[in-house]
Nanobody, 124 residues
Framework: QVQLVESGGGLVQAGGSLRLSCAAT????????MGWFRQTPGKEREFVAA????????LYADSVKGRFAISRDNAKDTVYLQMNSLGPEDTAVYYC?????????????????WGQGTQVTVSS
C-alpha cells in the first residue's frame, strides 16, 4: 500500500522557519488530496492544512493562516509544508496524510494513509 516518508522536522527558534516534506511511495497519490495534521501529547490530532489533487484548492487552520503554506509536486509524489513565523504553540508532531478523495478536507476521517510523524519543536 501507499507509504509516506516525512522529513524536515527539527528544532527552531521562535520566529524561524521550517519546511516539511512528505514523499509517497506510489504515484497514485497524485490523484488524491493530501493534508498535514499535528498532535501534542494528550491532545486530539488537529488539522493544519490540505491541498487538492491538482494543487489548486488549499485549506488552512485559522491558527496557521498567513504563516504556513502547503504545496505539492505531483511529479515527485511529494507534499510540502512551509512553516514561517513559528512560535512555541506550533510545537507538535506533524503528520502528513493521503485522502481517499481528490478534494481537500479538514476531516481526519477522509484520510486513509498516514506518515509516521515528524517532531517540530519551537523554542521561545
Amino acid at each position: 500500500q501507499v507509504q509516506l516518508v516525512e522529513s524536515g522536522g527539527g528544532l527552531v527558534q521562535a520566529g524561524g522557519s521550517l519546511r516539511l516534506s512528505c514523499a509517497a511511495t506510489k504515484r497514485t497519490s497524485s490523484n488524491n488530496a493530501m493534508g498535514w495534521f499535528r498532535q501534542t501529547p494528550g491532545k486530539e490530532r488537529e488539522f493544519v492544512a490540505a491541498i487538492g489533487w491538482r494543487g489548486g484548492s488549499t485549506l488552512y487552520a485559522d491558527s496557521v493562516k498567513g504563516r504556513f503554506a502547503i504545496s505539492r509536486d505531483n511529479a515527485k509524489d511529494t507534499v510540502y509544508l512551509q512553516m514561517n513565523s513559528l512560535g512555541p504553540e506550533d510545537t507538535a508532531v506533524y503528520y502528513c496524510a493521503v485522502s481517499r478523495g481528490s478534494v481537500a478536507s479538514t476531516l481526519k476521517e477522509y484520510y486513509i494513509y498516514w506518515g509516521q510523524g515528524t517532531q517540530v519543536t519551537v523554542s521561545s
